[in-house]
Protein backbone atom coordinates (compact mmCIF):
# COMPACT_ATOMS: atom_id res chain seq x y z
CA UNK A 1 0.00 0.00 0.00
CA UNK A 2 1.12 3.56 -0.73
CA UNK A 3 2.24 5.68 2.29
CA UNK A 4 1.43 9.78 1.48
CA UNK A 5 -0.26 11.70 3.68
CA UNK A 6 -3.88 11.02 2.72
CA UNK A 7 -3.18 7.21 3.36
CA UNK A 8 -2.25 8.21 6.95
CA UNK A 9 -5.70 10.09 7.19
CA UNK A 10 -7.34 7.01 5.45
CA UNK A 11 -5.92 4.99 8.24
CA UNK A 12 -6.62 7.72 11.25
CA UNK A 13 -2.78 7.72 11.78
CA UNK A 14 -3.28 11.54 11.35
CA UNK A 15 -6.31 13.92 12.08
CA UNK A 16 -8.59 15.39 9.34
CA UNK A 17 -12.11 17.20 9.56
CA UNK A 18 -13.33 14.19 7.79
CA UNK A 19 -17.12 15.54 6.13
CA UNK A 20 -17.91 12.32 4.43
CA UNK A 21 -16.33 8.78 3.89
CA UNK A 22 -17.75 5.24 2.73
CA UNK A 23 -16.39 2.14 1.91
CA UNK A 24 -14.75 3.64 -1.69
CA UNK A 25 -13.65 7.19 -0.63
CA UNK A 26 -13.08 9.46 2.15
CA UNK A 27 -13.60 13.21 2.23
CA UNK A 28 -12.05 15.65 4.43
CA UNK A 29 -11.40 19.50 4.33
CA UNK A 30 -8.10 20.36 2.97
CA UNK A 31 -5.96 22.23 5.65
CA UNK A 32 -4.96 25.10 3.49
CA UNK A 33 -8.86 26.40 2.15
CA UNK A 34 -8.07 27.88 -1.41
CA UNK A 35 -12.06 28.61 -1.12
CA UNK A 36 -14.69 29.26 1.60
CA UNK A 37 -15.16 25.52 0.95
CA UNK A 38 -12.09 23.10 0.19
CA UNK A 39 -12.90 19.74 0.63
CA UNK A 40 -10.65 16.49 -0.72
CA UNK A 41 -12.04 13.66 -1.72
CA UNK A 42 -9.87 10.81 -2.15
CA UNK A 43 -10.55 6.85 -3.76
CA UNK A 44 -9.46 4.38 -0.79
CA UNK A 45 -8.19 2.25 -3.42
CA UNK A 46 -4.03 3.29 -4.76
CA UNK A 47 -4.12 5.25 -7.52
CA UNK A 48 -1.10 7.52 -7.63
CA UNK A 49 -2.36 10.23 -10.06
CA UNK A 50 -4.50 10.42 -13.28
CA UNK A 51 -1.73 8.75 -15.05
CA UNK A 52 -1.90 5.70 -13.40
CA UNK A 53 -6.04 5.32 -14.11
CA UNK A 54 -6.54 2.03 -15.81
CA UNK A 55 -9.97 2.30 -17.77
CA UNK A 56 -11.18 -0.14 -15.54
CA UNK A 57 -11.28 2.17 -12.79
CA UNK A 58 -13.69 4.60 -14.81
CA UNK A 59 -15.63 4.23 -11.72
CA UNK A 60 -13.23 5.38 -8.97
CA UNK A 61 -13.55 8.74 -10.68
CA UNK A 62 -17.52 8.53 -11.04
CA UNK A 63 -17.80 7.69 -7.10
CA UNK A 64 -15.44 10.94 -6.37
CA UNK A 65 -17.70 13.56 -8.92
CA UNK A 66 -20.98 11.85 -7.85
CA UNK A 67 -20.10 12.14 -3.75
CA UNK A 68 -18.76 15.57 -4.17
CA UNK A 69 -22.05 16.43 -6.28
CA UNK A 70 -24.13 14.81 -2.95
CA UNK A 71 -22.19 16.81 -0.11
CA UNK A 72 -22.82 20.45 -2.41
CA UNK A 73 -26.45 19.50 -2.49
CA UNK A 74 -26.74 18.36 0.89
CA UNK A 75 -24.49 21.60 2.23
CA UNK A 76 -26.59 23.63 0.07
CA UNK A 77 -24.50 25.39 -2.16
CA UNK A 78 -25.20 23.51 -4.96
CA UNK A 79 -27.43 25.72 -7.01
CA UNK A 80 -24.95 28.75 -6.40
CA UNK A 81 -22.23 26.60 -7.79
CA UNK A 82 -18.85 24.99 -7.37
CA UNK A 83 -15.82 23.89 -9.19
CA UNK A 84 -14.18 20.17 -9.02
CA UNK A 85 -10.10 20.00 -9.72
CA UNK A 86 -8.05 17.22 -9.91
CA UNK A 87 -4.23 18.38 -10.71
CA UNK A 88 -1.84 15.63 -12.20
CA UNK A 89 1.62 16.22 -11.64
CA UNK A 90 3.95 18.80 -12.01
CA UNK A 91 2.63 21.30 -14.59
CA UNK A 92 -0.76 21.18 -12.46
CA UNK A 93 1.11 20.97 -9.31
CA UNK A 94 -0.15 18.27 -7.93
CA UNK A 95 1.80 17.66 -4.22
CA UNK A 96 0.12 14.51 -2.68
CA UNK A 97 0.33 10.97 -5.21
CA UNK A 98 -2.93 9.65 -4.52
CA UNK A 99 -5.36 10.89 -6.51
CA UNK A 100 -8.10 13.30 -5.39
CA UNK A 101 -10.51 15.16 -6.49
CA UNK A 102 -10.87 19.69 -5.03
CA UNK A 103 -14.38 20.57 -4.50
CA UNK A 104 -14.16 24.56 -4.21
CA UNK A 105 -17.07 26.89 -3.63
CA UNK A 106 -18.72 29.33 -0.94
CA UNK A 107 -17.65 32.45 -3.01
CA UNK A 108 -17.17 33.52 -6.82
CA UNK A 109 -14.06 31.73 -8.17
CA UNK A 110 -13.53 33.41 -10.52
CA UNK A 111 -11.76 32.39 -14.15
CA UNK A 112 -8.82 29.85 -13.59
CA UNK A 113 -6.10 27.96 -16.14
CA UNK A 114 -3.71 31.23 -15.68
CA UNK A 115 -0.08 30.47 -15.06
P1 LIG B 1 -2.66 18.69 -4.82
O1 LIG B 1 -1.78 19.93 -4.82
O2 LIG B 1 -1.82 17.43 -4.74
O3 LIG B 1 -3.66 18.67 -5.91
O4 LIG B 1 -3.51 18.79 -3.50
C1 LIG B 1 -3.05 18.37 -2.25
C2 LIG B 1 -3.85 19.11 -1.23
O5 LIG B 1 -3.69 18.47 0.02
C3 LIG B 1 -3.41 20.58 -1.03
O6 LIG B 1 -4.49 21.44 -1.34
C4 LIG B 1 -2.99 20.62 0.44
O7 LIG B 1 -3.34 21.83 1.08
C5 LIG B 1 -3.70 19.42 1.03
N1 LIG B 1 -3.01 18.83 2.15
C6 LIG B 1 -1.69 18.54 2.26
N2 LIG B 1 -1.42 17.97 3.44
C7 LIG B 1 -2.60 17.89 4.09
C8 LIG B 1 -2.96 17.37 5.39
O8 LIG B 1 -2.15 16.89 6.16
N3 LIG B 1 -4.28 17.46 5.74
C9 LIG B 1 -5.22 17.99 4.90
N4 LIG B 1 -6.47 18.02 5.33
N5 LIG B 1 -4.92 18.47 3.68
C10 LIG B 1 -3.62 18.42 3.29
Not at 3 to 16: C, L, V, Y
Not at 73 to 100: M, P, S, W
Amino acid sequence: MSDTIFHKIMRREIPADVVYEDEHLIAFRDIAPQAPVHVLFVPRVDIASMNDLQASQAEVVGRLVVAAAAYAKREGFAEDGYRVVINCNEDAGQTVFQLHLHLLAGAPLGRFGTP
